[in-house]
């Protein structure tokens, strides 16, 4: 059984950091990795999704790694603002697009 | 366009009665699933439909759990016996075909009472 997990669970930086939040899964037979945002009371905004032939993505200050082989994925989030604070899920594919979460890290950026 | 919709947003219930969710998937997509999300577990699949049928509905926790997926579009999760542990956010998502990405609808807070 796929198992996900996050570390670390809660992460508070001041504006301006780069920071890191990793994701690890103990099935490295996976399809691809997404990582996802949640803001309190709403749903998922997709952020990153890497396919398995990938090694990683980017998009504006956001980068995402994934190395199947360690079963390991990063989120790199550069120079962080206010409006980032969120809880940030990775979640692993399944062939046929069942996603496993892991618990999440919740993100407080402070001005 | 519009994205994908769930009803009703916030669902008060009797422990015992039965509830309905329903979900209104993006025009055109294939697959849909239904995830539930509470504090103790986290995320959770609950099952996946392609088209009008479910392949996979291994997450559902209980019989009283059901779905059903009709014309290939709309979704009904249905809820029968309410338990305080059903209370949780059930989350619905689709996609275009079962390997794209999948876009989230904003979910429907179920309580039991």
């Known amino acids: 059984k796929q198992e996900v997990t996050q570390i670390p669970a809660a992460l508070s930086v001041p504006e301006g950091e780069n920071l890191v939040l990793n994701c690890s899964f103990t099935d490295s037979a996976i399809y691809n990795l997404q990582w996802f945002r949640q803001d309190p009371g709403k749903g998922l905004t997709s952020l990153l999704l890497?396919?398995?032939?990938?090694r990683e993505q980017t998009s504006g200050r956001l980068n995402a790694s994934l190395d199947k082989s360690s079963g390991r994925s990063t989120l790199y989030i550069a120079a962080s603002q206010p409006g980032d604070s969120a809880t940030y899920l990775c979640?692993?594919?399944?062939?046929?697009?069942?996603?496993?979460f892991g618990q999440g890290t919740i993100l407080t950026v402070h001005p | 366009g519009a994205g994908v919709s769930q009803s009703p947003s916030n669902k008060v219930t009797e422990k015992g009665k039965d509830v309905e969710l329903r979900c209104d998937p993006i025009?055109?997509?294939?697959?849909l699933y239904w995830y539930r999300q509470s504090l103790g577990q986290g995320l959770e699949f609950l099952i996946y439909?392609?088209?009008?049928?479910?392949?996979?509905k291994s997450g559902l926790p209980s019989d009283r759990f059901s779905a059903e997926r009709t014309g290939g579009s709309v979704s009904t999760l249905t809820i029968q016996r309410t338990q305080q542990e059903d209370s949780a956010v059930y989350l619905c998502?689709?996609?275009?075909?079962?390997?794209?990405?999948?876009?989230f609808g904003p979910g429907t807070r179920l309580t039991v009472t």
């Open positions: 979640a692993v594919w399944a062939s046929y697009g069942k996603l496993t």
């Open positions: 439909f392609q088209g009008n049928s479910a392949p996979d």
């Open positions: 998502a689709s996609s275009l075909e079962a390997e794209e990405e999948q876009y």
């Open positions: 890497i396919q398995s032939s990938q």
């Open positions: 025009s055109g997509h294939t697959a």
